[in-house]
């Protein structure tokens, strides 16, 4: 997916060659894929993780986990607590530098 860069845009490069296959199938009225698990780990989705689907002008989707809206402060604590749990150990700061959020504090 050759684009110029842009905020409307987004910039993928992606390597020719698949890592995976798989088939639409028929799944009620909508059709549906199944990802394999390699596939998924390496993108970093799980279960329960929302996705984006984007269309470019090619025909070329790209799925992108979805952030929550700024005054979602329930979505925007899960999405840090999940991020400071994947953090990679040189990365997590020690447990003195950091404090849970207490009472009506915003994140």
Partial sequence: MAHKPSK???????????????TFRPWGNS?????????LKMAG?????E???HVS???EIVLRPTLPAADNQ???RALFL???????????CEE???YEPMGDEMI
């Fill in 45 to 49: 989705f799980s279960e329960g993780v």
């Fill in 82 to 92: 999940s991020l400071r749990g994947s953090a990679p150990d040189g990365v997590k």
């Fill in 96 to 98: 003195e530098e950091f």
């Fill in 31 to 39: 059709l549906a894929l199944r990802f394999p698990t390699e596939v």
């Fill in 57 to 59: 002008d090619e025909g």
């Fill in 74 to 76: 329930k979505g925007l």
């Fill in 8 to 22: 409307e845009l987004i910039n993928v490069s992606a390597p020719a060659n698949p890592i995976a296959k798989a």
């Fill in 51 to 53: 996705v984006g689907f």
